[in-house]
């Protein structure tokens, strides 16, 4: 079974920067980072699978998603961070290619001071 851990969450001023880290213990064919807010639904914000990437609208010019390989590990890196930016982060790998996201982190806290 694999296992996702999540890093690199804290509290950062509005317009600051943050970078996640989701390391996975096995192979994956593909991994999401999606985030929930208190109220509101878990949304996919970016995704990683082979050579492609998705952004969604929030994340769209202020995040960028990025693989290590050799450290099997995804990054998450956040600029221009706003207050609305504020939710638990969740990185999520599918283990089956072409399948679901099937294997969840932990979650990492992020919190954007205005």
């Known amino acids: 079974q694999v296992h996702l851990v999540e890093s690199g969450g804290g509290l950062v001023q509005a317009g600051g920067s943050l970078r996640l880290s989701c390391t996975a213990s096995?192979?994956?064919?593909?991994t999401g980072w999606f985030r929930q807010a208190p109220g509101n639904e878990r949304e996919r914000i970016a995704s990683?699978?082979?050579?492609?990437?998705y952004y969604g609208d929030s994340a769209k010019g202020r995040f960028t998603i990025s693989r290590d390989n050799a450290k099997n590990t995804v990054y998450l890196q956040m600029s221009s961070l706003k207050p609305e930016d504020t939710a638990v982060y969740y990185c999520?790998?599918?283990?089956?290619?072409?399948?679901?996201?099937?294997?969840w982190g932990q979650g990492t806290q992020v919190t954007v001071s205005s």
């Open positions: 990683i699978s082979g050579g492609s990437t």
């Open positions: 999520a790998a599918r283990t089956v290619v072409f399948g679901e996201y099937d294997t």
């Open positions: 096995g192979r994956t064919y593909g």
